[in-house]
């Protein structure tokens, strides 16, 4: 299996709990040590209906979209794009695009959690 994964061969993962929120898987599978996707929330649209954690450690990137609100542990940050955050381990966060266009947030994570 090929290491390199093009846009359109890409695992787009759903949310249950948010099924416009996408996620597009970045690695070619979720057997490494480190997850890598992307997610794309849509105007007005939350990551989740209600806080999540995860045992490891997160780091995000915006990559397009006019802002995005992340928050953690009830405190909220505003990222516009080019900005970054490290989200500690089973720190409760969810993130919210409070626009009218969609945002990509490109964000590792260790170990994986898909």
């Known amino acids: 299996k090929s290491p390199v994964v093009h846009p359109a061969a890409r695992l787009t993962l759903g949310s249950?709990?948010?099924p416009d929120v996408r996620y597009e898987l970045l690695t070619p599978?979720?057997?490494g040590d480190i997850e890598f996707c992307m997610m794309i929330?849509?105007?007005a649209g939350s990551s989740y209906?209600?806080?999540?954690s995860h045992e490891g450690e997160e780091v995000a990137f915006l990559h397009?979209?006019?802002s995005v609100e992340v928050e953690i542990e009830g405190v909220l940050y505003t990222m516009t794009p080019g900005d970054s955050v490290r989200i500690p381990p089973r720190a409760r966060h969810a993130w919210h695009n409070r626009t009218s266009a969609p945002v990509q947030i490109i964000f590792a994570i260790t170990p994986p959690s898909f």
């Not at 209906?49 to 999540?52: A, I, S």
Request: no cysteine; charged share 50%.
């Open 16 to 18: 249950k709990s948010e």
């Open 29 to 31: 599978d979720t057997r």
């Open 41 to 43: 929330i849509p105007p």
């Open 49 to 52: 209906r209600d806080y999540r």
């Open 64 to 66: 397009s979209g006019e």
